[in-house]
C-alpha cells in the first residue's frame, strides 16, 4: 500500500510526487536478453515504483533475441516503429506479426522470442511489466519450423 505524503512530517509532493524521466536519461544497466537492448525508465531504484517497470527495447534489422520468459511477471509491449514477431511456446512453436501501434501482451512464464522481421529499420518498442523488478530467465531452446502462425480471432475480430 502506497502512503501519501504527509508535510506534517517533512514530505512533500514537490520530491514524492510525479517524476519524467528524460529519453537521454533511460538506464541500459538492466536485465539483458542476447539480440535486443533494453533500457529502464520507470523502476523501483529510479523513481521508487513498487508494482511496475517500464523502458523501451530496440532489435537491430534483421535480428532476433534468445528465448526466455519473465517469471510471474504480465508483459505489455507497444510498438513505436518497425515489425515485431513473436514467437512463443515450449519450442517456440506459434508466431504472430505486430505492427507500429499495435499492443502484444505476455502472460508469466511463458516462453518467447522477439524478431524484427524488418531487415533494413531497428525494431523499437516501449515495455511495461507487472512488477518494479526486471525479472529475466533466458532459456536453451531448439525451436520448431516452421512455427504455426496464430491470429486473434473472437466475434469482433475475424480470421483475417
Not at 505476455?106 to 511489466?129: F, G, K, M, W
Request: hydrophobic share 40%.
Amino acid at each position: 500500500m502506497t502512503t501519501q505524503p504527509n508535510p506534517a512530517t517533512g514530505d512533500n509532493w514537490r520530491h514524492h510526487g510525479v517524476r519524467v524521466v528524460k529519453a537521454d536519461q533511460l538506464d541500459s544497466n538492466t536485465a539483458q536478453t542476447p539480440g535486443m537492448n533494453r533500457a529502464a525508465a520507470i523502476d523501483a531504484a529510479r523513481v521508487g515504483a513498487q508494482q511496475i517497470w517500464a523502458g523501451t527495447v530496440t532489435i537491430h534489422p534483421d535480428a532476433k533475441t534468445g528465448a526466455h520468459h519473465h517469471g510471474a511477471l504480465e508483459s505489455v509491449i507497444y510498438v513505436v516503429r518497425g515489425r515485431a514477431r513473436m514467437r512463443w511456446g515450449e519450442h517456440l512453436e506459434f508466431v504472430a506479426e505486430a505492427e507500429p501501434g499495435d499492443f502484444i501482451f505476455v502472460p508469466p512464464y511463458v516462453p518467447h522470442q522477439e524478431i524484427n522481421a524488418s531487415t533494413d529499420e531497428p525494431l523499437e518498442c516501449v515495455l511495461v511489466r507487472s512488477d518494479s523488478e526486471a525479472v529475466v530467465v533466458n532459456l536453451d531452446i531448439e525451436p520448431v519450423e516452421p512455427p504455426e502462425a496464430v491470429y486473434w480471432v473472437d466475434p469482433i475480430h475475424p480470421h483475417p
